[in-house]
């Protein structure tokens, strides 16, 4: 994709995920980032040593905890956000308080929107923003090792034999993904077949019933947290679950996988690998039943 630039030489421009033709005079010198996907895109992006401000959650990379907090993402202080002066805002497209944002832009803060829904939308955020930010080396580099790092996992598991996939977003209530989620992608990506995907939310509330009714053959489940992997016993109390008599229970570090940024592609490898383990398993089984 080519990024839209005009104006005199030093102009920093590039489209918005709302479509909107957002410029700077010069690159951005002084940047906040209003969510944590966001912080880390801007990392990512090479432009961390200009981020003045961040919300709650912005945890990566480690010295992103170091930065000034404005609040949440859904809950903004202003007061603080406008007295650390930033030269450009990074909002997310869904989740930061449009009230808040309109009074910022009001104050003629500049205010870029993102939120990557696809693979290559990752790839494409870090481009702008390092296009804002006047880091483009940096930038280019990230979004190319991640193009190429995605391609080369999608040929490696392209038409290996589909593995019923429930991936566990949250416990209560009781949520998964859709095809269109990133996640989703991520599980068509690694040969799964995901039981939910044909769910019309982006994030389908369910139950246990509905699970058990479609007896995925693995559960993938972040937990609350990096080490967390109780959400995934809660489910061996039905052993008759394809995925509990296989022990196809697997844990997947939220962080990885649940933001979407360069980081998505070390959660789907390691998600890839988890369905492997399970074709593996259910190769291992067939060759003993027909040996028996």
């Known amino acids: 994709m080519t990024l839209h630039v005009q104006g005199h030489d030093h102009s920093r421009c590039a489209v918005d995920d709302w ?3 957002v410029c700077l005079p010069a690159s951005a010198q002084r940047i906040a980032t209003l969510s944590p996907g966001a912080t880390e895109l801007t990392y990512a992006a090479g432009a961390g040593e200009h981020v003045v401000a961040v ?3 912005s945890d990566y990379p480690p010295e992103a905890k170091n930065v000034a907090s404005v609040g949440s993402h859904t809950r903004i202080d202003l007061e603080a956000l406008v007295g650390l002066a930033p030269d450009l805002v990074i909002g997310w497209v869904t989740g930061n308080p449009a009230e808040q944002m309109e009074t910022l832009e009001a104050l003629g803060m ?8 696809t693979f290559e939308d990752v790839a494409y955020t870090v481009e702008r923003l390092a296009r804002l930010a006047g880091t483009e080396p940096a930038g280019q580099q990230v979004a190319n090792d991640f193009r190429k790092g995605m391609a080369e996992l999608a040929s490696r598991y392209s038409g290996r034999a589909p593995v019923r996939t429930f991936y566990q977003v949250w416990d209560q209530p009781l949520m998964s993904v859709n095809d269109e989620h ?3 992608q991520v599980v068509q990506l690694c040969s799964g077949e995901n039981v939910f995907g044909d769910q019309q939310r982006l994030v389908p509330r369910l139950d246990d019933e509905a699970v058990l009714a479609a007896n995925p053959e693995a559960i993938i489940a972040g937990g609350m947290g990096e080490e967390s992997r109780h959400w995934l016993t809660h489910w061996e109390q039905y052993p008759h679950l394809a995925a509990v008599s296989d022990d196809s229970l697997y844990f997947v570090p939220p962080s990885l996988i649940q933001r979407p940024t360069p980081r998505l592609l070390e959660g789907a490898q390691l998600l890839c690998e988890k369905l492997e383990q399970t074709r593996q398993k259910r190769a291992r089984a067939f060759s003993m039943n027909r040996s028996s």
């Not at 500049?110 to 829904?117: A, C, G, K, L, W």
């Open 182 to 184: 990133l996640i989703g």
């Open 19 to 21: 479509g909107r033709d």
């Open 110 to 117: 500049p205010v870029f929107y993102i939120e990557p829904r």
């Open 55 to 57: 919300v709650s959650y």
